[in-house]
């Protein structure tokens, strides 16, 4: 079975600050990665995902991410966050042959204050 | 622009009674998935369908049922609604390859159960 741990449920940063937003998993058999965000009042967005190649995944909005086998895990970075990176933020994995199956983590909120 | 689409934002109902949710998609996506969304717990998968009237269980099927009839509409059903329900629910869809798909998710429905 495969599972997902977010290790911070809240992560306050002032803006123009940097950010990592830690995601660690669980799995005995390969695993595809995605990061989802969720503005307030809305359904859930990719940020990005990785499936194979480069370890360095970049995203929408100025996010990357870097999957580390080794470790087990799949941070989230941005270099100078906004006000508007003001979210929750989902760390995912899916196994292949699944029929798209996400196991989530347990998600962390992103408040940048000015 | 894709659209995944969910009949109420927010919903009010009483002990007991059976409510559905409906959840429609408009990009002739195989599959279809109902989340629910608790603080702290990140989401978690009650039902999904692969395809026209299948469907499968996911984590937490236990008082939900789900049905299926056309590929683009996928209803959630609570047979007799309980306060442990109260909970955001999100519905998704994605294409059938769906372990390296990106889902695409609705707002999201608020449900109060009284």
């Known amino acids: ?24 998993y669980s799995s005995s058999v390969s695993v595809y990665l995605f990061w989802y965000v969720q503005y307030p009042n809305q359904g859930l967005q990719l940020l990005l995902k990785y499936l194979s190649g480069s370890t360095l995944v970049k995203g ?38 699944n029929t798209g199956k996400l196991i989530f983590g347990q998600g962390t909120t992103l408040q940048v204050k000015p | 622009d894709v ?20 959840c429609v998609q408009d990009m002739d996506h195989e599959n279809m998935f109902w ?39 996928f209803s959630l059903i609570l047979e007799s609604a309980s306060t442990n329900q109260t909970s955001m629910y999100l519905c998704a869809s994605s294409p059938p390859t769906g372990y390296q798909e990106t889902q695409y ?10």
Do not use: W
């Not at chain 1, 977010?6 to 660690?24: G, H, I, K, M, Y």
């Not at chain 2, 969304?37 to 996911?58: A, C, T």
């Not at chain 2, 998710?105 to 449900?111: E, K, M, W, Y």
């Open chain 1, 60 to 97: 929408i909005n100025g996010f990357e991410a870097e999957f580390n086998k080794s470790q087990t895990s799949f941070h989230l970075r941005k270099p100078s966050v906004h006000i508007s990176d003001t979210a929750e933020y989902f760390c995912a994995v899916s196994v292949r042959g």
């Open chain 1, 1 to 24: 079975a495969q599972s997902v741990t977010q290790l911070d449920s809240q992560v306050p940063v002032f803006e123009e600050a940097p950010v990592e937003l830690r995601c660690n």
């Open chain 2, 3 to 22: 659209k995944v689409t969910q009949s109420s934002r927010y919903l009010v109902k009483r002990t007991g009674e059976k409510v559905f949710l409906e």
């Open chain 2, 105 to 114: 998710f609705g707002p999201g429905t608020r449900l109060l159960v009284l």
């Open chain 2, 35 to 73: 989340y629910r969304q608790d603080p702290g717990l990140g989401l978690r998968l009650i039902y999904f369908s692969y395809d026209v009237k299948m469907k499968e269980k996911g984590d937490i099927p236990e008082g939900y049922s789900v049905s299926r009839e056309k590929k683009e509409r």
